[in-house]
């Protein structure tokens, strides 16, 4: 039997930076990583496997910051926990003991069961393993008719790479824009219109009955329209669940949405046992309630709050919940969400206004290479606390999205946002006459003093 004083569950970015993280802190721990492949994925970059990197090798997540920390790493996928006896029990036949237990199993993709024709040949997946995406790449090369389910950020970034890669693809989107779970209606449809602008043929408001096979092969799909569209390949990307499977046969409890159950440490109701990432529970940080995010920069949030407080409470700033930061880039635009936008807002039933400014990312506006640049600040009608907001324009929109989480997260209001000191430069940032995300803060000051007669 090998025992180590943390043991972690899964390689993937949760994982490796838990492992850092406590090698970091406590450089006399041992801590062991067991994973199922040699190889791991970047998650995000997953897409751009299929143009823009043009091979799978190039999105590959290694563990070399934890080894060159100290820590080990075992291919031995993990069959069974005894969470009495501290054991992991892997393929291999071996035994590993802890005294620290980590859940970093991830998620896998949502088994579309409720879709004819799901099982059959060349219907995808977009899972986060190196060796069924090396399968999903090889096999698409020969083939150059896909059809992709689902307009969320994976499958619409897969479908523009696809066809940046001389693809004929068909998007087809249940709700009524791509996005719309991320996104306001208004950023939906402009991420939405430049999806179609690059080539993708996107079917919105529409839903696939059957995948239609022939000898055992997906040929097509058949909406509830009544129209066929016809494929070589199926491409699923209709969502993520938790892989909690191992964790239930340990005995751990989930919560309404299949994750693990956590506290604002990570730690579960079972002493010496932490789960981080996708496989755990999040809570909105705005809304106080089960979310469903699934985001790398978030599993990696959680895992430095982990790794820091593994041994004990150090850090008191402990994680607070989710805020959900998105960034994507289609056609060369990039937009970027964090926390309450329409949508989500109303559904929480959160009040809230929206302000909004427009100018371009490189003064002046002449200079090349500039481009547009908009802020939407969602904000409390009350005291001017952000509560969420969204950037579109240039690459810089990414970049200004964190500065709106950081705004979000330390409960800035708009008042002190005005006098947010800044540094600019002609070909950096927009002008210092007019920042944008400042002009947005001051629109919302004005628009609070005529909502409350004071204007």
């Known amino acids: 039997m090998k025992k180590y004083d943390v043991i972690i569950i899964g ?10 993280t406590v090698k970091n802190y406590y450089p006399e721990k041992s801590v ?27 999105d590959a997540m290694g563990f070399k910051p934890l080894l060159d920390a100290g820590g080990e790493v075992i291919v031995d996928p993990a069959t069974d926990v005894n969470l009495e006896k501290k054991e992991v029990y ?16 991830g998620s896998l993709p949502v088994e579309a069961k409720f879709i004819k024709g799901y099982d059959l040949e060349e219907v995808y997946y977009i899972k986060k393993s190196y060796r069924y995406i090396q399968k999903l790449f090889d096999a698409l090369k020969g083939k150059s008719r896909i059809v992709i389910v689902g307009g969320g950020f994976i499958g619409a970034e897969v479908a523009e790479q696809l066809v940046a890669n001389g693809k004929k693809v068909v998007l087809i989107e249940s709700e009524e824009q791509c996005f719309s779970k991320a996104f306001s209606k208004q950023l939906s449809k402009i991420a939405t219109d430049e999806l179609r602008k690059t080539g993708v043929e996107v079917k919105t408001s529409m839903l696939v009955e059957e995948i239609l096979g022939k000898e055992g092969k997906a040929c097509g799909v058949r909406l509830r329209s009544g129209e066929e569209i016809p494929a070589e390949a199926v491409i699923l990307s209709v969502g993520y669940r938790p892989n909690t499977s ?34 755990s529970q999040t809570i909105g940080f ?32 402990n994680f607070m919940g989710t805020i959900a930061v998105f960034s994507t880039q289609i056609n060369g635009l990039t937009m970027a969400s964090a926390g309450i936008n329409e949508n989500t807002g109303k559904d929480a039933n959160v009040r809230f206004m929206v302000s909004e400014f427009s100018d371009v990312d490189k003064h002046p506006g002449t200079l090349p290479g500039a481009h547009p640049l908009t802020v939407r600040l969602t904000f409390s009608p009350t005291d ?27 409960y800035i209001t708009v008042f002190e946002l005005i006098s947010y000191q800044i540094g ?32």
């Open 246 to 279: 191992l964790a239930v046969k340990a005995g751990l409890p989930l919560n309404i949405m299949g994750a693990i159950k956590v506290d604002n440490y990570e730690r579960t109701s079972v002493k010496d046992v932490c789960a981080v990432g996708d496989c």
């Open 32 to 58: 062991l990583i067991l994973t199922e492949e040699e190889k791991g994925l970047v998650p995000c970059g997953i897409p751009y496997i299929f143009h823009r990197l043009g091979s799978v090798e190039k």
């Open 424 to 455: 600019t430069h002609p070909l950096l940032t927009s002008a210092p006459t007019k920042p944008v995300l400042v002009k947005a803060a001051e629109k919302a000051i004005i628009m609070m003093k005529k909502a409350n007669g004071t204007a």
């Open 384 to 410: 001017g606390a952000i509560l969420g907001g969204e950037v579109w324009g240039g690459p810089t929109a990414a970049e200004i999205i964190n500065i709106i989480s950081m705004a979000i997260q330390k």
């Open 286 to 317: 705005l809304t106080g309630r089960s979310d469903h995010i699934m985001l790398a920069s978030t599993a990696t949030a959680e895992a430095r709050v982990l790794g820091y407080n593994l041994f004990g409470i150090r850090i008191k700033k």
């Open 11 to 20: 390689g993937g970015p949760s994982g490796i930076v838990t492992g850092v």
């Open 90 to 105: 892997g393929k291999s036949g071996e035994t590993y003991h802890y005294d620290k237990l980590v859940f970093a199993t």
